[in-house]
């Protein structure tokens, strides 16, 4: 034992006598260590500085009519001063809403299945094909909505591009982050648990319900906010399939306008004020997504109880 702990200390730091590998080593540990804090510190003032700009470019409108008018106006008219923002935030936070409640409970499933009811080479084949989908552009996922979902909805109720049409694909487009981040706080559960389980003779469905679930449910909550923030600041899906027409709605059928639709759709042409209450638009998505991402950091290093 001892001789294979000193060939291993002599192949990961060298003859200590001379000392040669071992300064080698920490050299590239050095190097190593200081490329990534430099990124890390370059990613992170990237964030601070879009934050810094999206603050100064809307604080002049903020600062000319206040924050209340942005949800008591009677309408979303920025040529006649009129910002009301209340029909394309309920139109984001609704589209976010019915992706969620669709995608969240099939990608926890698909999860389970793939950590308990499948091989290793099943598995790994469908963990290519949910990374696939997962790095797939997403005019893809719209282009395939606006020439599937769309004209079967409108065989229903038209028209067919509609805040449904615009839910459904969402889940499907957040459905694999869902599933690999659920997938991997599964993975994270102590063997042990398994262990024990065996021993007292407990069913499969059993571990899975009262064991396994509760021990990862900071990650699964961790990997549907995640998702949630994915959703609610995706732009192109909702662009072509939700109709863009700024109203709330009073159905699963009506078509609207989201958020980062309104930005993509009139950035090109604002000016003055108008174009300030994009960038007032493109704040309140900004804060929305980093407040969830503080929430399923917080809530994943929740220990299980």
């Known amino acids: ?9 002599a192949f990961c730091y060298g003859d200590v006598r001379n000392g040669k590998r071992k300064s080698s080593n920490n050299r590239v540990d050095t190097l190593f260590l200081a490329l990534i804090c430099a990124c890390a510190i370059i990613a992170s003032l990237v964030i601070v500085l879009i934050t810094v700009f999206l603050f100064k470019e809307s604080f002049p409108l903020i600062h000319k009519i206040g924050v209340a008018r942005f949800f008591t106006d009677d309408g979303w008219w920025p040529t006649s001063e009129q910002y009301n923002l209340v029909p394309m935030i309920a139109a984001s936070l609704l589209l976010t809403v019915i992706s969620s409640l669709i995608a969240t409970p099939v990608a926890i499933a698909f999860a389970v299945f793939m950590a ?5 080479r099943i598995r790994r084949c469908l963990r290519v094909l949910i990374d696939v989908s997962a790095s ?30 615009g839910g459904l694909v969402l889940s499907l487009m957040i459905f694999p982050t869902i599933t ?14 398994f262990y024990v389980a065996a021993a007292l003779g407990v069913q499969k469905s059993a571990l899975i319900r ?15 906010i995640l998702g949630v923030a994915r959703a609610i600041g995706e732009t192109m899906v909702v662009l072509v399939l939700c109709g863009n027409i700024v109203q709330v709605p009073h159905s699963a059928f009506d ?3 989201a958020l ?5 759709l009139e950035m090109p042409y604002a000016m003055g004020d108008h174009r300030a209450a994009l960038y007032v638009s493109g704040l ?18 929740r220990k299980p109880t």
């Open 284 to 301: 309140i998505v900004l804060l929305v997504v980093t407040g969830l991402v503080l929430i399923s950091e917080l809530y994943a290093k």
């Open 260 to 264: 980062t639709a309104n930005i993509a």
């Open 1 to 9: 034992m001892i001789d294979v702990i000193s060939s291993y200390e």
């Open 210 to 224: 009262h064991v396994v679930l509760p021990s990862a449910r900071g990650g699964i909550v961790a990997a549907t």
């Open 255 to 257: 078509p609207v306008r």
């Open 136 to 165: 797939l552009p997403t005019i893809i996922y719209a282009f395939w909505g606006l020439i599937n979902v769309v004209p079967l909805i409108n065989d229903f109720v038209g028209p067919g591009t509609s805040l449904l049409a």
């Open 116 to 120: 308990f009811y499948v091989g290793p």
């Open 180 to 193: 690999i981040l659920t997938y991997s706080a599964i993975s994270a559960v102590p063997g042990h648990y």
